[in-house]
């Protein structure tokens, strides 16, 4: 689940180990050189093992390609790119009042 705020009654889980225990078909290279994963076997977006891990931040606007500020069209990026956001344990915020997203 994801949550877009941080909340002590539902705080943001490391998700590090789970995305790095990606199949291989998902494995990539981010370009600093180190390895990442990417979301979607379907679109080249690869990013950190860390990504959405830890704390709510705009995870979006820092490692996701289609948000990417310096890119080369002058389109305007979604708002989703902006929005600050982490992954939760769901079970550890059923008593939440936070709005929460299935990822």
């Known amino acids: 689940m994801v949550q877009l705020t941080a909340n002590p009654e539902c705080p943001c ?3 590090t180990s789970i ?3 990606g199949t291989d078909e998902r494995d990539c290279i981010l370009p ?8 979607s076997v379907e679109r080249n977006s690869c990013v950190p093992f860390d990504y959405g891990s ?3 931040r705009r995870h979006d606007l ?5 948000c990417a500020l310096g890119n080369e069209t002058d389109e305007v990026l979604e ?23 299935r990822s």
């Open 62 to 66: 820092l490692h996701f390609q289609g």
């Open 79 to 101: 708002d989703y790119c902006f929005q600050p956001w982490c992954f939760v344990d769901l079970d550890t915020c059923k008593l939440s009042e936070e709005q929460m997203y």
């Open 19 to 21: 995305l790095n225990s």
């Open 54 to 56: 830890g704390a709510c």
């Open 13 to 15: 889980i490391d998700t």
């Open 32 to 39: 600093d050189g180190t390895n990442g994963i990417r979301l």
